[in-house]
C-alpha cells in the first residue's frame, strides 16, 4: 500500500521508515496496522473472566452438602469421646487420689461430660441456621494487654485485636473478633455485603472483583482469586 505525505501529497517510499517527508521535510505519522490487528486478536483471544460478583452458589453442591453433614458430625463425635474421657480421668483421679473423693470426682467428671453434649447440641443446631446476609458497619483495631501465668510467674503478654462489626438487614449484629491477623480485617472494608454460612461458621464476601486472594469456606486458609479449588483441603471454593 502506498504512502503519501499528508502535507504536499507526494509519494513516500514504502521501506522509508524516515519522520520527514523527503520532499517538504513535513514531519510524518507511521501507523502500523500489523500492531493494531495484534491487539485486536489478542483481546479476541483472552478467555472471559468472570466478574466475582455476587454469591455463589458453591454451598449448594452436593460435595459441600457432603462436607456440612461430616462437619455436623464429627462436632457430636468429638463431643461423646470428650465426655467419656471426662468421666474416665476423674474416676480414676479419684481412685487414685488422695485429695478427691471418688464420689466427688465422679460427679465432677460427669458435669463436665454433661456441659461437652450441651455445647455440642448448640453447635450442631447452630449449624442448621438459616444463611446470613450482612454489610460491614464498622472496623477497630486495638491494643491490648492480658496476663498469662507460666507456671509460678505471671507474664503482660500485648497482642491486637482486629474487629469487623457486621449488620443484617433486619438489625441483627455479628462480629468477626481475631488476635494478632489482620488478613480479615484488611479484606472487608466497611460498605461490603458479606454472607454467614452457618453450617462452616464462615464468611463469604458479595464483591470479590477486586480481590487477588479468597478465603477458603471450609479450612479456612488463603488462596490465589484465580483457583477454583483450595490449595490446602481441595474444597471447592466459593467464587
Known amino acids: 500500500m502506498s504512502k503519501f505525505c499528508s502535507n504536499c501529497g507526494a509519494q513516500l517510499n514504502e521501506n522509508d521508515n524516515s519522520n520527514f517527508c523527503s520532499n517538504c521535510g513535513a514531519g510524518l505519522t507511521h501507523k502500523s496496522t ?65 485429695e478427691l473423693e471418688p464420689g466427688t470426682a465422679i460427679l465432677i467428671g460427669c458435669g463436665l461430660a454433661l456441659m461437652m453434649i450441651v455445647i455440642s447440641l448448640v453447635r450442631v443446631n447452630n449449624m442448621k441456621k438459616p444463611i446470613w446476609d450482612g454489610r460491614v458497619v464498622n472496623k477497630t483495631e486495638k491494643r491490648k494487654t492480658k496476663t498469662e501465668n507460666y507456671g509460678d510467674d505471671e507474664h503482660l503478654v500485648h497482642y491486637m485485636e482486629y474487629t469487623v462489626y457486621l449488620q443484617g438487614a433486619d438489625g441483627s449484629k455479628k462480629k468477626i473478633r481475631i488476635q494478632n491477623n489482620r488478613e480479615w480485617y484488611d479484606y472487608l472494608n466497611i460498605g461490603d455485603y458479606v454472607r ?29 482469586i484465580r483457583e477454583n479449588y483450595c490449595c490446602f483441603c481441595k474444597s471447592l471454593l466459593f467464587k
Do not use: M
Open 34 to 98: 500489523t500492531g493494531a490487528e495484534n491487539t485486536n486478536q489478542e483481546q479476541t483471544n483472552k478467555p472471559a473472566q468472570r466478574t466475582l460478583v455476587g454469591w455463589s452458589d458453591a454451598c449448594n453442591k452436593p460435595e459441600i452438602i457432603r462436607i456440612a453433614g461430616k462437619h455436623k458430625k464429627h462436632a457430636v463425635i468429638f463431643a461423646v469421646i470428650l465426655s467419656a474421657l471426662f468421666i474416665i480421668g476423674f474416676t480414676i483421679a479419684g481412685f487414685a487420689s488422695d
Open 196 to 224: 454467614y454460612h452457618p453450617s462452616f461458621s464462615t464468611y463469604e464476601k458479595y464483591d470479590k472483583s477486586h480481590d487477588s486472594y479468597i478465603f477458603c469456606n471450609i479450612c479456612g486458609k488463603k488462596n490465589d
